[in-house]
């Protein structure tokens, strides 16, 4: 069983910066498409940023200008630059992976547990 382990949420102020990170363990598995998702109190879970095997990439409109998502493929690990952080960003971000079905629509295979990120004003 894959395992995917976030890492670098934490309390920021208004306008910060953090780094988050994914990387994937395990059994042997193949990964075509990596994704981070939030779920912020009260809210369904959203797609922020996604990004394939190949680098391209899909950004949540809320997020687009502020937060960069970028992959190694040989350590099958994935990072979430977010910049100018405000009190909406508030929320667990999830990581999430997947193969070809992913890419074409299909829910992803795996889950990471989360980690929390909180933006003060």
């Known amino acids: 069983q894959a395992q995917l382990v976030e890492s670098g949420g934490g309390l920021v102020q208004a306008g910060g910066s953090l780094r988050l990170s994914c990387a994937a363990s395990g059994r042997r598995f193949s990964i075509d498409a990596m994704a981070w998702y939030r779920q912020a109190p009260g809210k369904q879970r959203e797609l922020v940023a996604f990004?394939?095997?190949?680098?391209?990439?899909n950004y949540a409109d809320s997020v687009k200008g502020r937060f960069t998502i970028s992959r190694d493929n040989a350590k099958s690990t994935v990072f979430l630059q977010m910049n100018s952080l405000n009190p909406e960003d508030t929320a667990v971000y999830y990581c999430a992976a997947g193969g070809l079905g992913y890419v074409r629509g299909s829910p992803p295979d795996y889950w990471g547990r989360g980690t929390q990120v909180t933006v003060s004003s």
């Open positions: 990004i394939s095997s190949g680098g391209w990439t």
